[in-house]
């Protein structure tokens, strides 16, 4: 059996794919990670040819965890410097380490040949920062909101029933 | 605080009824409430994005208010209670549920971020909810307002011949608000719990006639929530306001022997009025709307499951389940109810979803 990473060696990376579908062109710096690779002895079905296995990421999105609402999160993309708000299953970015509110991650599409098959799409999840990463973001009102926030303090803080 | 004596009536003709008006309010809530001698008391506010409806300075223009309530501190409920509060001239008292509003606003003036490209994101979307919560508040402090929190052992209040009992937040939970104040004021990064914990259940009582407001209280809220309400051995309810935009963390729909939900509090003969808020389109849960179906006349505002075509997708994600999060179908701009004392009541606007064309089926 051959294993090890395929990351910059058999595994063709972005390379062009002659299927007359149009591909966006793939972002630099991407690697695949751990792809084993069989050989046809070692699995013990003659006959079977190795497999060619090209991937390439045909698209990057950048996004954070809102919030989780059972089998459904919320997440917002950033797309254009514009936040948009998506439902995605909370498992998909659970089991990828994508859990905690505020939580930054990279959503890789990645398109995936096969030999000659029909190239199918799929989707990578990594998180861009860990949980134990986060600090705590003091928020800057202006001016106006601190006058009333002191209001709010001078009433509040007295009047309790 | 005034005297519960000095709650007068703003006109002297009794209509001797009691009306309730919600209004479409994109994925928030607004209900009015009209007394008997015309005063108003206002239970949430959230201007509408589908333009259906008067704005609310239109609908409160030259009445009493009696109460302007913020039902949770979230600004679903609470953006369009900004100018009644900043600019109305009449209006009594102000209430609320948010325990050591000083200590909760700096809270949330503080939240978790991450070093990544997407860090001012995190950051405008918290300061949205702070701005909304400073901007309330600081509008009652401005004015001055007189103010009434609002908790489960606040005794029954009386507003022109209506009661209106407090069924929740329970003390218990207040507590675990404060708790985490205090830890945080000690440098530990402990998180809020979920704001919509501090809902306020609102039953209002009029003669035999009972209407149950039930904000976005969870299935922790009901559980002492409907204790409360046989306790306080009230009749059983007319027309409810379907808590949580009708979610599954709200609604116990297999509960144990001897466990209430919502709809338990609810009358049989005659089927009760359910009025859903479900303005974006993960909201009603579906089986939580078939259980509201099979149990009460559903009239919506807005509803997710409605008229559905085609889930969006603007950025083409194919993963299961993937789709942007977007408004409802309106399905009533406004609905209306007027109840009299003795269990009686009318429907005045809006459809149901018996006969409304787009009901999910």
Redesign the interface.
């Given at each position: 059996m051959i294993s090890g990473s395929a990351a910059g060696r058999a595994v063709a990376i972005a390379e062009p794919l002659e299927t007359g579908i149009a591909y966006t062109v793939p972002q630099a710096g991407v690697t695949v990670e751990s792809i084993r690779v069989r050989t046809p002895e070692a699995s013990g079905r003659p006959g079977k040819q190795p497999k060619n296995i090209r991937q390439r990421v045909l698209r990057r999105l950048r996004g954070l965890l809102i919030e989780k609402q059972g089998t459904e999160s919320r997440v917002a993309f950033v797309e254009n410097d514009q936040p948009i708000q998506y439902y995605l299953p909370t498992d998909r970015l659970r089991m990828s380490g994508i859990v905690a509110q505020n939580q930054p991650f990279e959503m890789d599409e990645v398109e995936i040949q096969v030999n000659d098959g029909v190239p199918i799409v799929g989707y990578r999840f990594r998180p861009s920062a860990r949980p134990s990463d986060s600090f705590v973001d003091s928020i800057d009102l202006d001016e106006e909101r601190k006058q009333k926030r002191a209001l709010i303090f001078k009433k509040f803080g007295k009047a309790k029933s | 605080?005034k005297s519960e004596s000095k709650n007068e009536p703003s006109s002297s003709r009794s209509s001797g009824k009691l009306r309730v008006d919600f209004y479409e309010s994109g994925d928030g809530e607004t209900i009015l409430i009209t007394f008997p001698h015309g005063g108003l008391g206002i239970v949430d506010g959230h201007p509408t994005p589908h333009g259906g409806r008067p704005p609310i300075a239109d609908l409160t223009a030259g009445k009493h208010i009696h109460f302007v309530c913020l039902s949770h501190p979230h600004a679903d409920h609470g953006v369009d209670l900004i100018p009644v509060v900043e600019s109305h001239p009449d209006i009594e008292s102000f209430w609320h549920s948010t325990s050591?509003?000083?200590a909760f606003?700096y809270c949330?003036?503080?939240?978790?971020?991450?070093?990544?490209?997407?860090?001012q994101?995190?950051?405008?979307?918290?300061?949205g909810w702070?701005?909304f919560l400073?901007?309330l508040?600081?509008?009652?402090?401005?004015r001055?307002l007189d103010?009434?929190?609002l908790h489960s052992n606040v005794k029954p209040i009386q507003v022109d011949g209506v009661t209106l009992y407090i069924l929740s937040p329970e003390e218990l939970v207040k507590n675990r608000f404060v708790q985490t104040y205090r830890e945080r004021a000690a440098g530990r990064?402990k998180?809020l719990p979920d704001p919509n914990l501090l809902s306020t259940v609102l039953a209002l009582r009029y003669g035999s006639s009972v209407l149950l407001l039930g904000s976005d209280a969870l299935k922790d809220n009901w559980s002492s929530a409907t204790r409360r309400y046989r306790e306080s051995k009230l009749p059983r309810a007319l027309l409810l306001k379907v808590p949580h935009h009708g979610a599954?963390?709200a609604l116990l729909i297999h509960p144990r022997r001897g466990v209430a939900n919502y709809l338990d509090l609810c009358s049989r003969d005659p089927r009760p009025k359910a009025v859903l808020f479900a303005g974006d389109a993960?909201h009603p849960s579906p089986e939580v709307y078939q259980t509201l179906r099979a149990r009460a006349d559903v009239c919506c505002l807005s509803n997710g499951l409605a008229g559905q075509t085609a889930v969006a997708n603007?950025?083409g994600?194919?993963?299961?389940?993937?789709?942007?999060?977007t408004l409802s179908r309106v399905c009533n701009p406004m609905i209306s109810f007027e109840f009299d004392e003795n269990g009686g009541f009318v429907q005045h606007t809006g459809v149901g979803c018996e006969v409304c064309p787009t009901a999910p089926r």
């Amino acid at each position: 059996m051959i294993s090890g990473s395929a990351a910059g060696r058999a595994v063709a990376i972005a390379e062009p794919l002659e299927t007359g579908i149009a591909y966006t062109v793939p972002q630099a710096g991407v690697t695949v990670e751990s792809i084993r690779v069989r050989t046809p002895e070692a699995s013990g079905r003659p006959g079977k040819q190795p497999k060619n296995i090209r991937q390439r990421v045909l698209r990057r999105l950048r996004g954070l965890l809102i919030e989780k609402q059972g089998t459904e999160s919320r997440v917002a993309f950033v797309e254009n410097d514009q936040p948009i708000q998506y439902y995605l299953p909370t498992d998909r970015l659970r089991m990828s380490g994508i859990v905690a509110q505020n939580q930054p991650f990279e959503m890789d599409e990645v398109e995936i040949q096969v030999n000659d098959g029909v190239p199918i799409v799929g989707y990578r999840f990594r998180p861009s920062a860990r949980p134990s990463d986060s600090f705590v973001d003091s928020i800057d009102l202006d001016e106006e909101r601190k006058q009333k926030r002191a209001l709010i303090f001078k009433k509040f803080g007295k009047a309790k029933s | 605080m005034k005297s519960e004596s000095k709650n007068e009536p703003s006109s002297s003709r009794s209509s001797g009824k009691l009306r309730v008006d919600f209004y479409e309010s994109g994925d928030g809530e607004t209900i009015l409430i009209t007394f008997p001698h015309g005063g108003l008391g206002i239970v949430d506010g959230h201007p509408t994005p589908h333009g259906g409806r008067p704005p609310i300075a239109d609908l409160t223009a030259g009445k009493h208010i009696h109460f302007v309530c913020l039902s949770h501190p979230h600004a679903d409920h609470g953006v369009d209670l900004i100018p009644v509060v900043e600019s109305h001239p009449d209006i009594e008292s102000f209430w609320h549920s948010t325990s050591d509003v000083e200590a909760f606003i700096y809270c949330i003036t503080e939240t978790d971020n991450y070093p990544s490209p997407v860090r001012q994101f995190v950051h405008d979307l918290k300061r949205g909810w702070a701005e909304f919560l400073v901007d309330l508040y600081g509008a009652v402090a401005k004015r001055n307002l007189d103010v009434r929190q609002l908790h489960s052992n606040v005794k029954p209040i009386q507003v022109d011949g209506v009661t209106l009992y407090i069924l929740s937040p329970e003390e218990l939970v207040k507590n675990r608000f404060v708790q985490t104040y205090r830890e945080r004021a000690a440098g530990r990064l402990k998180r809020l719990p979920d704001p919509n914990l501090l809902s306020t259940v609102l039953a209002l009582r009029y003669g035999s006639s009972v209407l149950l407001l039930g904000s976005d209280a969870l299935k922790d809220n009901w559980s002492s929530a409907t204790r409360r309400y046989r306790e306080s051995k009230l009749p059983r309810a007319l027309l409810l306001k379907v808590p949580h935009h009708g979610a599954s963390n709200a609604l116990l729909i297999h509960p144990r022997r001897g466990v209430a939900n919502y709809l338990d509090l609810c009358s049989r003969d005659p089927r009760p009025k359910a009025v859903l808020f479900a303005g974006d389109a993960k909201h009603p849960s579906p089986e939580v709307y078939q259980t509201l179906r099979a149990r009460a006349d559903v009239c919506c505002l807005s509803n997710g499951l409605a008229g559905q075509t085609a889930v969006a997708n603007p950025l083409g994600i194919a993963i299961p389940g993937a789709r942007a999060v977007t408004l409802s179908r309106v399905c009533n701009p406004m609905i209306s109810f007027e109840f009299d004392e003795n269990g009686g009541f009318v429907q005045h606007t809006g459809v149901g979803c018996e006969v409304c064309p787009t009901a999910p089926r």
